[in-house]
């Protein structure tokens, strides 16, 4: 089955400081997709990245999609509170996704 | 604007117990999805339904059954219930199905005790 590892598992950061996460596929990928899970809360879809090579940018947030799609990224610049939350990657196959183990973002004030 | 209603919200059950799930897609969205999310785990899809139709099939135990009705709600059936399926059941639902992106409900917190 798909296997995407996601990498760090946490991440605590002081506010304001950058914030990275790494999502890796041993297989090439067809799309890659981002969501945010809030403590308590549900995921919400962030982004979906499609095409070779591919950036996107929401605000402070940037989404690459690698040259191989095997690999993506979601960086977040200048961390505030309100990003914390479990951040995952997850690969669109058939009618399900397969998401990566997420990585769970602690922002200190 | 709606989003996916899921119900209950919190279940308690004990073990060998029966529950069902129930989960309202936003409106035309023909597509639903069930994942299962253990405490500090990343969700696992279970199932999912296009048109009505059963689509693709996860991890889901043989003691677990869903389907999707006219409506396109769907229910998800769990009988003989164990300390393991304890978790955060959440539906999804999406336009379409395979690479489009997916609308979560709130969640059903399932507590087997």
């Known amino acids: 089955g798909q296997q995407v590892m996601q990498i760090p598992q946490y991440q605590h950061v002081q506010e304001g400081e950058d914030f990275t996460t790494y999502c890796n596929s041993s297989?090439?990928?067809?799309?890659i997709q981002w969501y945010k899970q809030r403590p308590g809360g549900h995921p919400v879809f962030l982004i979906q990245l499609v095409k070779s090579g591919e950036v996107k940018k929401q605000k402070r947030l940037t989404f690459q999609f690698g040259e191989a799609k095997k690999n993506s990224s979601l960086h977040i610049t200048a961390t505030q509170t309100t990003d914390v939350g479990t951040y995952f990657c997850a690969v669109s196959r058939a009618n399900n996704l397969f998401f990566g183990t997420g990585t769970r973002l602690t922002v200190i004030p | 604007a709606a989003g996916v209603i899921q119900s209950p919200r919190h279940l308690i059950k004990e073990k060998r117990e029966t529950a069902t799930l129930k989960c309202y897609p936003i409106p035309r969205h023909d597509t639903v999805y069930w994942y299962q999310q253990g405490p500090g785990q990343d969700p696992q899809f279970l199932i999912s339904?296009?048109?009505?139709?059963?689509?693709d099939k996860g991890s889901i135990p043989d003691r677990f059954s869903a389907q999707q009705f006219s409506d396109y709600h769907s229910e998800l059936n769990m009988s003989s219930l164990e300390l393991g399926d304890s978790a955060l059941y959440f539906c999804?639902?999406?336009?379409?199905?395979?690479?489009?992106?997916?609308?979560f409900g709130p969640g059903t917190r399932l507590t087997v005790t």
């Open positions: 297989t090439t990928l067809s799309n």
């Open positions: 339904f296009y048109e009505k139709m059963q689509s």
């Open positions: 999804a639902s999406s336009l379409g199905g395979q690479g489009d992106e997916q609308y």
